[in-house]
């Protein structure tokens, strides 16, 4: 396990402050606001924490209100709205500076049998092990572009695989733009048989890829386009228990943007093609005025 994903799951290890209330921390590193994910994430383990062990999250429904401050701790509030007979819902608010920066409802349920079918087939790419590592991939833009060696450099909690162009590559190359990502990932590591755990990392891995996909499809780049984004509000459905530690298909799309704004969904599939996860995200696409 690296230390980047160990610094993760100790940021996931939230601190009781009371019955319904937790404190959880951001990474000792110099960023302008906290990730979306580590805040979706550790809001969920915190609505996991009031909710019985026989019930599993299969839905999330959240808003991002206010930029996230990476330098003082976050405290999240869980009301818990319903515990029903076969589902549990929970409300919770997260706070900073006295103000509310994040709100999500979550919903659980038992297991129950009923009827299945599956629509959507897993894309036809190549498979991950077949694929560089993110950092392999970026490390042939650094000769044109050295600012980004830090970013490239750093250390990080989620071995991703790109089966499609990055931002950075349809940015230098127009050719490479598309409205359409497809990336593998998993947590190198042997995780715990904690099945909120796994939701909890696909959470977390599910906000890093979205607001890219709508950068794909017009060219631009973070740091390298005349552009600020930021995401408006994040849904995702859990269909079946799956692990983080293996290999997870994330299939997206940005079917639309327009009027500051840009929708991204996707679906996260195992390796040999159970669809697992479902994932919308809106997002905010701004261009700075010069």
Aim: net charge negative; hydrophobic share 40%; aromatic share 8%.
């Amino acid at each position: 396990m690296n230390e980047a994903l160990k610094e993760l799951l100790d940021l996931l290890d939230l601190e009781q402050l009371e019955l319904d209330l937790f404190r959880g921390r951001s990474p000792r590193e110099r960023i302008q606001r906290v990730f979306g994910g580590q805040v979706a994430a550790q809001a969920l383990v915190a609505a996991g924490r009031t909710v019985d062990s026989d019930r599993n999250v299969h839905s999330l429904h959240a808003y991002f209100i206010r930029p996230g401050d990476p330098s003082v701790p976050i405290v999240y509030n869980v009301e818990r709205v319903r515990d029903g007979r076969s589902f549990t819902t929970r409300r919770v608010t997260a706070i900073q500076h006295g103000k509310t920066i994040f709100t999500m409802s979550a919903s659980f349920h038992v297991l129950e049998d009923g009827v299945q079918h599956q629509a959507l087939v897993k894309p036809d790419v190549p498979d991950a092990e077949s694929l560089p590592g993110y950092q392999e991939r970026m490390s042939g833009l650094l000769g044109t572009h050295p600012e980004l060696r830090e970013w490239v450099s750093r250390p990080r909690p989620v071995d991703s695989r790109y089966a499609s162009p990055l931002t950075w590559e349809a940015y230098m190359n127009p050719e490479l733009r598309s409205a359409e990502t497809n990336v593998w990932f998993r947590y190198d590591a042997d995780l715990p048989d904690d099945p909120l755990l796994h939701v909890v990392l696909a959470a977390y891995a599910s906000d890093f890829t979205l607001v890219d996909t709508v950068l794909l499809a017009h060219g631009m780049a973070w740091g390298a386009s005349d552009m600020m984004g930021a995401s408006l509000d994040h849904a995702m459905w859990f269909h079946r228990p799956f692990r983080a530690d293996d290999w997870l298909l994330y299939a997206q799309e940005s079917p639309w943007s327009g009027a500051a704004r840009g929708l991204a969904r996707g679906e996260m599939f195992t390796a040999s093609g159970e669809l697992v996860v479902s994932v919308v995200q809106e997002v905010m696409i701004r261009l700075r005025k010069s």
